[in-house]
Structure formats: C-alpha cells, structure tokens
T-cell receptor, first 112, second 109 residues
Framework: NAGVTQTPKFRILKIGQSMTLQCTQD?????MYWYRQDPGMGLKLIYY???????DKGEVPNGYNVSRSTTEDFPLRLELAAPSQTSVYFC???????????FGQGTRLTVV | GQNIDQPTEMTATEGAIVQINCTYQ??????LFWYQQHAGEAPTFLSY??LDGLEEKGRFSSFLSRSKGYSYLLLKELQMKDSASYLC??????????WGAGTKLIIKP
C-alpha cells in the first residue's frame, strides 16, 4: 500500500519558471490537500478538494493552481515561480474532513 | 481569531514524562488533532479529540478542554526516537485545519 506519493522530492526553480508537483493516493480518499510549511510556521493550506472535479482555495492560494480530474490525483501547479514560494510542500489525503490525514513525503522547493 | 499557540521548544530526559500544551482561539470547533513530525519527514497522525477528557493510546495520551480552548499531549517513558516536532491542529467551523507552528521536543539521555 503506497499511501500518498508525491514527486519530486527536491527542485530548484528560477524566478518565472513553472512546474507541477505531482500527488497521487491509492486509498480512495475523497479529501486531498496541498500545504506549504515554512520554518517556524504552521502548515498553511494552499488548496483542497473534497472529491473529483471539486477544488477550493485554502488560506494561501495566490500563485498556485490545482486540478482534480480523478479521485487519485491532485497536482499542484506553480505558474510563475517567485522567491516567496521557496518552501516545503506537502500533499495529504483523508477519508473525511475530521479523520486522520496521510501525508506525502514532501517536496523541498527553492526558487532562485 | 484563529490562533494556535504551543511552546516553540521543550527539553526532557529519556525515560521521563513530558506534557506539551496547546491553546486555540478559533471561532467554531470541530476537534483537535496532534501530529508528530520528525526532522525532514512528513507529519504522522497521533490523536484526535472532539470531546472533553483524556484519551490514552499507549505511551501517548491527549487531553481536551473545550471550555478552556486547551489541549495537551502527554508522552510517557520517553525514548530517544520521540525527539521530533509535535504539531497541534484545530479543525475549525469550516472543517479546515488550523495548524500551530509545532513544539520541537529534544530528548536527552
């Protein structure tokens, strides 16, 4: 059981470049989330989805986009990378909104 | 407001007991989560409390007081592998998790 698989683990982007962080889960969870984690700060919700075809903005959505075409996949798109997007990104999924969340291994992104 | 407060860092001795406190001030409440996060790794679930009281799960216990907006995580018989950050997260009225910055727990032999 793979759980939540997130790629890549590390990435360096130049300012203005674009990239997609991939996330897939094999637990048939309806709820999926993207968080960013900065040093000394709590996890901040970027976007979330409550099922295929449905996405919603979280606390810090600016500069990001998502899609949820299938239950399994929830990619995060950065269109024009900025230094402020340097962070560790985590994808997570859960069965329900008040149940345990399972996290991917994280992506450490540096924008230079 | 939506503030989750927990101490930044705590130090404890192997074999001892430590209590990590968390206070929350969110409008609306749907439960309180605790997660463990080792350095460089993803958070992993420890506990979820939605009713007042203490819930015990092996060496770890979690307590909630809704009237006081207060929770704590109690770790007994500390082991070196318990060195990690412990994240408190409140499930608000919109069923979104509001995360604290985490408490870094350092275990000394």
């Amino acid at each position: 059981n793979a759980g939540v698989t997130q790629t890549p683990k590390f990435r360096i982007l130049k300012i203005g470049q674009s990239m997609t962080l991939q996330c897939t889960q094999d637990m048939n969870h309806n709820y999926m989330y993207w968080y960013r984690q900065d040093p000394g700060m709590g996890l901040k919700l970027i976007y979330y989805s409550v099922g295929a075809g449905i996405t919603d903005k979280g606390e810090v959505p600016n500069g990001y986009n998502v899609s949820r075409s299938t239950t399994e996949d929830f990619p995060l798109r950065l269109e024009l990378a900025a230094p402020s997007q340097t962070s560790v990104y985590f994808c997570a999924s859960s069965y329900g909104e008040n149940t345990e969340a399972f996290f991917g291994q994280g992506t450490r992104l540096t924008v230079v | 407001g939506q503030n989750i407060d927990q101490p930044t860092e705590m130090t404890a001795t192997e074999g001892a007991i430590v209590q990590i406190n968390c206070t929350y001030q969110t409008s609306g409440f749907n439960g309180l989560f605790w997660y463990q996060q080792h350095a460089g790794e993803a958070p992993t679930f420890l506990s979820y409390n939605v009713l007042d009281g203490l819930e015990e799960k092996g060496r770890f216990s979690s307590f909630l007081s809704r009237s006081k907006g207060y929770s704590y995580l109690l770790l007994k018989e500390l082991q070196m592998k318990d060195s990690a950050s412990y994240l408190c997260a409140d499930l608000d009225s919109n069923y979104q998790l509001i995360w604290g910055a985490g408490t870094k727990l350092i275990i000394k032999p």
